[in-house]
Each structure stands twice: as structure tokens, then as C-alpha cells.
Nanobody, 127 residues
Framework: HVQLVESGGGSVQTGGSRTLSCLASGDSDTINCVAWFRQAPGKERETVARMTIGVGGGTKHYSDSVLGRFTISLDDPKNTVSLQMDNLKPEDTAMYYC???????????????????WGQGTQVTVS
């Protein structure tokens, strides 16, 4: 049973940085896709970063809105996927969610429906 637990949210000033963490457990796939999504009030949930993990993994994908500012990374021994967010803007304010796919690379996976496993979310507020 896959479980994802996010942490690291909070309030930050414009231009500041924040690191989100996603602790994963229960995953037995040799390859998988882990993603960070966000959802602002009144808006659809959108993907901001994805990373293929496991055998032959490492490929990363970013949305245009965060490219060059956000970095997704894996701390394998700790089963933790992080999202380093720099140069934050008010429009980055949202609930951020960690999500995991099932046994395949991230290529072609973008919609929330592509990811069956989700964390509870962590709020990031930029002002």
C-alpha cells in the first residue's frame, strides 16, 4: 500500500525559497513516476514537476511556469522526493501535492488521473 506524506509548506515572501518533501512508502515498482502538483483556489490541479525514479530513472520534467526556479530531486536512501522552490512569486501560492504513478516512466503522464497515489497536500503561501 503506497503512502505519500508531504511536508515543508508555509508562508514565504516574494523572491524567497522553500523546500517541500514527500516521504514515500510501500512502493515495490522498479521504475515509477513521482510528480508534484499544485492547486490554487478556483483553479484546476496542475503538474509543476515530474521525475522518473528507479531503474534507469533520473529524467525530470517541469512546467513552463516553474522552469528554472523549481528543482525536483530524489533522496533515495530516505525514500524522499523534494521540490526546491526558488524565486517564489505570489502566483505560486497553492496547495502542493505529491503524487505517484504505477510502474512506468513519466513520459506521457501529466494529468492528475494518471497518478493513483496522492499525499494530503501542503500549503505554500507567497506574499
Amino acid at each position: 500500500h503506497v503512502q505519500l506524506v508531504e511536508s515543508g509548506g508555509g508562508s514565504v515572501q516574494t523572491g524567497g525559497s522553500r523546500t517541500l518533501s514527500c516521504l514515500a512508502s510501500g512502493d515495490s515498482d522498479t521504475i515509477n513516476c513521482v510528480a508534484w502538483f499544485r492547486q490554487a483556489p478556483g483553479k484546476e490541479r496542475e503538474t509543476v514537476a515530474r521525475m522518473t525514479i528507479g531503474v534507469g530513472g533520473g529524467t525530470k520534467h517541469y512546467s513552463d511556469s516553474v522552469l528554472g526556479r523549481f528543482t525536483i530531486s530524489l533522496d533515495d536512501p530516505k525514500n524522499t522526493v523534494s521540490l526546491q522552490m526558488d524565486n517564489l512569486k505570489p502566483e505560486d501560492t497553492a496547495m502542493y501535492y505529491c503524487a505517484k504513478g504505477v510502474g512506468r516512466r513519466c513520459v506521457g503522464l501529466r494529468a492528475p488521473s494518471d497518478f493513483p497515489y496522492w499525499g494530503q497536500g501542503t500549503q505554500v503561501t507567497v506574499s
